[in-house]
């Protein structure tokens, strides 16, 4: 598919299903039911990416979609939005500084090369931290800045330096090899680096991964973007007792509430604006659903994006209520709570800000294109005894509180959708951009 369609042409052909009576269509709690039961059902054995369950939960998330009236993006003969991801593994590292080697166990290697060799020291920046510098502050530094980069840190910093060279033994995921640049961390009380001999190889391996999107066609080019990830954890074989991570909170009750919105506003065929829902994948392993969805869509037609992200059990503020990360980041909260004042009921600023909640799902890509992108959750996050376990599983959800809270959402949505309400932009400059090299 060509990037940036304008969005007279992201719509195919389909019969959308004749309009209801405004008053008389309701989210309906038994498919609620049916559609988080089988989501997070053994049978789907924890939709990990690149797994068969996963290309099965596709498919049902495509054959509701269709159920629904929605059509798919135009180019697609379906609703999948398939793409490729490379994995890329370093396997083999030789490093000498100063003519002296370096333990390949104190080397961490962050590439998108298949091989990579360095032999010039005024090639490459060198940064140096030392014993009670910010560890992380610094990488993180450089991971914006981009650049192949030679981190020579104190030995003191064994304990953070082994997460990350752990972070990156898993290798890089990307959507092209051999582009990019580079980062070599180096454990060693060496100071100063004169001479440089880096040479190492990589694994590459390319797999298929797919987006599930479908339109419903509006009056407007504008779009609003409802959103949720259907990617979980998969299973651990290792583990004793239960071992598939059924992801029902997390986030089979995002997609849950998608579908069933979906077929909500097809049913009552009033929406001003074009809605898109997209049910995202590899959220888990670092949001690359939402990142290629962003490359195929001009963000500046998007409206808002209404992302959810575990809304199955009742948040702190009660049953059926829920909140927003980014509260302050735009004004969609407080056009939201314009409807929602009409049962008395409110989308509140998110409850743990400590845990940056805005970078940690799909809605931070679309966020840092400006975007009126926000996550919206009912989950208990500092009591969640369920969060990434096995045991987030359907039996640990309040599925009427999840309901109510889907029901909340659309009536809150109202204004976004029917065109006469408008978020203001994130403040781009305000966003953390996401890392150049990792």
Do not use: C
């Not at 998007?302 to 990360?325: D, H, L, Q, R, Y």
Request: aromatic share 8%; hydrophobic share 40%.
């Amino acid at each position: 598919m060509n990037k940036l369609l304008p969005l007279a042409l992201l719509f195919g052909s389909a019969a959308l299903l004749s309009p209801a009576k405004a008053d008389t269509v309701t989210i309906n709690h038994q498919q609620v039911v049916k559609d988080i039961t089988y989501l997070a059902s053994d049978e789907l054995k924890g939709r990990a990416n690149f797994s068969p369950e996963i290309t099965k939960a596709a498919a049902y998330i495509g054959d509701r979609f269709k159920a629904a009236g929605l059509v798919p993006l135009a180019g697609q003969t379906g609703y999948e939005q398939a793409f490729n991801l490379y994995n890329i593994q370093v396997t083999k590292s030789s490093l000498k500084l100063n003519d002296q080697a370096i333990n390949e166990g104190d080397i961490a290697i962050a590439t998108a090369r298949s091989a990579l060799k360095w032999s010039n020291i005024s090639e490459v920046n060198v940064v140096t931290i030392a014993q009670g510098e910010d560890f992380r502050a610094a990488i993180g530094k450089i991971n914006q800045a981009g650049g192949d980069t030679l981190v020579i840190a104190h030995p003191s910093h064994q304990k953070i330096f082994s997460r990350y060279q752990n972070y990156f033994a898993r290798g890089l995921n990307k959507f092209a090899a051999n582009q990019g640049d580079s980062l070599v961390i180096v454990l060693t009380d060496i100071s100063v680096v004169d001479k440089l001999a880096l040479s190492a190889q990589a694994n590459v391996k390319e797999q298929s991964l797919a987006n599930v999107v479908g339109v419903l066609p509006g009056k407007s080019s504008e779009v609003v973007l409802f959103s949720a990830h259907y990617d979980h954890l998969g299973v651990d074989e290792k583990a004793d007792g239960d071992k598939i991570y059924n992801g029902a909170d997390d986030d089979a009750s995002g997609t849950t509430a998608i579908m069933n919105l979906a077929q909500y506003y097809a049913q009552k065929g009033a929406n001003e604006r074009t809605l898109i829902f997209s049910a995202f994948t590899a959220e888990e392993i670092g949001g690359y659903g939402s990142k290629y969805f962003s490359t195929h869509l001009d963000a500046n037609n998007i409206a808002a994006m209404v992302n959810i992200e575990m809304i199955g059990k009742p948040s702190k503020f009660g049953a059926g209520t829920f909140w927003m990360t980014g509260f302050d980041r735009s004004n969609l909260g407080l056009l939201m709570n314009d409807s929602l004042a009409k049962i008395e009921q409110q989308v509140y600023p998110d409850p743990y800000p400590k845990q940056r909640l805005f970078y940690r799902s799909d809605n931070a890509t679309l966020a840092r294109l400006g975007v009126p992108a926000h996550s919206f959750s009912s989950t208990q996050l500092d009591k969640d005894k369920h969060y990434h376990k096995q045991s987030d599983d359907v039996a640990s959800l309040d599925l009427e509180s999840m309901t109510k809270v889907i029901e909340a959402i659309a009536l809150g949505s109202e204004g976004l959708v029917d065109g006469t309400k408008t978020p203001t932009r994130v403040d781009t400059s305000k966003v953390k951009a996401k890392g150049k090299i990792y």
